[in-house]
């Protein structure tokens, strides 16, 4: 508890370091704000050519909303993905990169990750409001289900603020981390839903069966990946426009409250020890 206390008090220094970060992020930079929107676009772009016109990969229509637009149903997975893999990545390295102010005055640590992940957060609503804006635009009922997104928002800042603890701690021991994330990130991304529909997954697990002589199949432990679960949420919120399943709702819940109690765990292990290890 004493460390949420913690965070609670220094409420005032995280939003203004979230301020002071999301405002010099795009500095002096002549589309500003615009970037935020242009590199998932850039990514859609490129995804919805290789996968849907050159392998003709086609997801189904959305239930029970009918919509069958793939560059769509890419970006509801796209974004939630962007948002969670650049959390990771800027929480690795937030200790890192504030040396300079750890060494000089006491602040609770742990606010810097959680900075990283607003930063991103407030990117992220940009880019979400943007693909309502969209939905709504091609037919979707999306206004009704705006709630429950913001919801599974926050459960997926809070996910990636739990795991974004727990790599900023072992990034100061081992400064490789920051290298291997890119490239585990990558895979991870290949792994989830995002540019291909997991009934492909389903299907192949089909044809397989159960490994090893067991009732396991290749979909079993595809699933255990809990970004399918928050993928398949979003999808279903703003694509389908239903109530995501409720095997994806605590699926999503049991991963984050794992993720905080162990980040916090690890975290408050080592936080006193931060100044000296840097």
């Known amino acids: 508890m004493q460390f949420f206390k913690e965070l609670w008090a220094s409420r005032e220094l995280l939003a203004n370091l979230v301020l ?27 995804y919805t050519f290789i996968f849907s016109m050159v392998f003709r990969i086609q997801p189904e229509a959305g239930d029970p909303s009918g919509l069958n637009i793939f560059p769509i149903w890419l ?28 060494t000089k005055v006491y602040f609770p640590r742990s606010v810097l990750p959680l900075a990283a992940v607003g930063t991103l957060g407030m990117n ?18 999306v206004l009704i289900w705006i709630p429950g ?13 739990g795991l974004g603890w727990i790599l900023a701690i072992v990034t100061i021991h081992f400064r490789d981390t920051q290298y291997l994330l890119g490239i585990l990130l990558q895979l991870w991304m290949y792994l989830t839903p995002i540019i291909y529909p997991a009934s492909l997954i389903r299907d192949m697990s ?73």
């Open 20 to 46: 002071r970060e999301t405002r010099g992020q795009y500095k002096r930079t002549v589309l500003g704000r615009l970037w935020s929107l242009l590199n998932p676009l850039a990514s859609m772009l490129i």
């Open 75 to 102: 970006m509801c997975g796209l974004l939630p993905w962007g948002f969670f893999a650049g959390s990771l990545n800027a929480t690795s390295n937030s200790l890192l990169a504030n040396t300079g102010l750890i």
């Open 124 to 141: 992220w609503m940009l880019e979400m409001l943007v693909l309502v804006i969209a939905l709504l635009l091609v037919g979707s009922q």
């Open 149 to 161: 997104t913001l919801l599974l928002m926050l459960l997926l800042a809070m996910f990636a603020s």
């Open 206 to 278: 089909d044809r397989f069966g159960g490994l090893l002589n067991t009732n396991i199949t290749v979909f079993d432990l595809y699933t255990l990946n809990p970004m399918y679960h928050f993928v398949t949420a979003f999808r279903q919120l703003l694509y389908d426009n239903r109530w995501p399943d409720t095997i994806h709702l605590v699926t999503c819940v049991g991963w984050t409250a794992a993720a905080v109690l162990v980040g916090v765990f690890v975290f408050n292990r080592s936080e006193k020890k931060i100044a000296e290890m840097l």
